[in-house]
């Protein structure tokens, strides 16, 4: 069984910028949601994905976006990068079966903004 | 506004003893929660998970209380063994069903378990 894999595992950006992170869900998990977890924080939710369209959306502002594909995996993608988008990226897949299926979680993307 | 609440940023345990580790929550309308261990350099990995329903849930080493009147949760681990020195996050959804799950975390706590 294939876990939750992410792309890159670390990535270093300029202010103004933009940046995709690539995740692979968990082999016959349709669901996928991204968190960002700022250091001393624990992860926040940004949004989820199932059936290619998002489903849920945190507090996170529109030059956050996704995109889901038909083989489940996903992108993340983040305009006019900020300083304080500087955080882990994790990606999180799952069954949409609520309390009987927990997200399951990749290594995450480091992205450093400078 | 912090919704679920790890008041101990840290804790320091010694092996083969009780490790119990707290949260809070604010939002009522929480009805399932779940810890999760993160080693370094890696994701938050599922540990054990309770619903609303419930006020204690159990699984080897690991048990989980609820107490819903005092919107509190604990962790316990025992006995406590090195390789459970990790961060632990408390996570929290108002979804007890369909395809949409918003977990929401606590900041974690840091266990360690000295040898």
């Known amino acids: 069984e294939t876990g939750v894999t992410q792309s890159p595992t670390h990535l270093i950006k300029t202010r103004g910028q933009q940046v995709t992170l690539r995740c692979s869900s968990q082999?016959?998990?349709?669901?996928v949601s991204w968190y960002q977890q700022a250091l001393g924080q624990g992860p926040q939710f940004i949004f989820q994905y199932y059936r290619e369209e998002e489903n849920g959306r945190g507090n996170f502002p529109p030059r956050f976006s996704g995109l889901q594909f038909p083989n489940y995996s996903s992108e993340l993608n983040v305009n006019a990068l900020e300083l304080d988008d500087s955080a882990l990226y994790l990606c999180?897949?799952?069954?949409?079966?609520?309390?009987?299926?927990?997200?399951?979680f990749g290594n995450g993307t480091r992205l450093t903004v400078t | 506004d912090q919704q679920v609440k790890q008041n101990s940023p840290s804790l320091s345990v010694q092996e083969g003893r009780i490790s119990i580790l707290n949260c809070d929550y604010t939002n009522s309308m929480f009805d399932y929660f779940l810890w999760y261990k993160k080693y370094p350099a890696e994701g938050p990995t599922f540990l054990i998970s309770?619903?609303?329903?419930?006020d204690k849930n159990e699984d080897g080493r690991f048990t989980v209380f609820l107490n819903k009147s005092a919107k509190h949760l604990s962790l316990h681990i025992v006995p406590s063994q090195p390789g459970d020195s990790a961060v632990y996050f408390c996570?929290?959804?108002?979804?007890?069903?369909?395809?949409?799950?918003?977990?929401?975390f606590g900041k974690g706590t840091l266990l360690t378990v000295n040898p």
């Open positions: 999180a897949s799952s069954f949409p079966g609520g309390m009987g299926s927990p997200l399951h």
């Open positions: 082999s016959g998990h349709n669901t």
């Open positions: 996570a929290a959804s108002k979804d007890s069903g369909g395809s949409n799950y918003k977990l929401t």
């Open positions: 309770i619903s609303s329903i419930k």
